[in-house]
């Protein structure tokens, strides 16, 4: 056999290797569909709440400022809200996760807080991760304006080069930017007046 016969052979192993070798550093760096876990609220969150003057508040309508919001995504890989597939919604259950375990929340209440998702972003790129979320909050009172301010929470971490490090590391940072978000609104001055 000619050594120009053995290069052929040769070449597509090497090709072969270096797809597969791609694939690999694709796998470990991009990750699959995933859902955003339940909003476990956080004990300072209920602690501020439960210190609040004032009674128990109901909830509203939380809407997104347009539908795009709705939709985040790790690594090229899809990260849906389990509530309705909509971080309004998901906004919306966190808030009531945090009134439920403070003993603030009644449905019959004359206080009634609105929510609309103003932004939201979630960035897992290699080093440096990232999260932002900003929402008008508003607070009705027997049918009267009291409270209408948009807040926000922002996160960074360090996000790891290996996906299934990194993946569930945004998952839990989105949740804690969530957090952050609700305790600026609980600590809010005018907030805490118009309850």
């Known amino acids: 056999m000619s050594a120009r ?3 052929a052979p040769m070449t597509r192993l090497v090709h072969m290797m270096g797809t597969l070798g791609a694939c690999a550093v694709l796998a470990l760096v991009t990750g699959c569909a995933s859902v955003a876990p339940a909003y476990q609220p956080s004990n300072e969150n209920v602690r501020t ?3 609040l003057p004032g009674g128990k508040v109901a909830l509203g309508e939380f809407t997104a400022k347009n ?3 709705n939709h985040l995504s790790i690594r090229g890989g899809a ?3 389990q509530y309705k597939a909509s971080y309004a919604e998901y906004l919306k259950a966190a808030l009531r996760a945090e009134l439920e375990n403070s003993g603030k929340l009644d449905a019959a209440s004359h206080i ?6 103003l932004s939201n972003s979630l960035d897992a790129s290699i080093g440096t991760g990232h999260a932002s979320i900003s929402a008008r909050i508003v ?6 304006k009291v409270f209408d301010k948009v807040l ?3 996160s960074e971490w360090e996000s790891s080069f290996v996906g299934a490090v990194a993946i569930p590391a945004a998952q839990q940072n989105y ?3 969530m957090k952050k978000l609700l305790s600026n609104l609980f600590t809010d001055g005018d907030f805490r007046k118009a309850l």
Not at 112 to 117: D, F, M, R, V, W
Not at 139 to 144: E, H, L, T
């Open 67 to 69: 539908e795009s919001l």
């Open 175 to 177: 949740a804690a930017t």
């Open 152 to 154: 926000s929470g922002a």
């Open 112 to 117: 009634i807080i609105t929510g609309e998702l």
């Open 139 to 144: 607070v009705m009172r027997d049918g009267n």
């Open 5 to 7: 016969h053995n290069i």
């Open 79 to 81: 990260f849906d809200s």
């Open 49 to 51: 709440l439960q210190a």
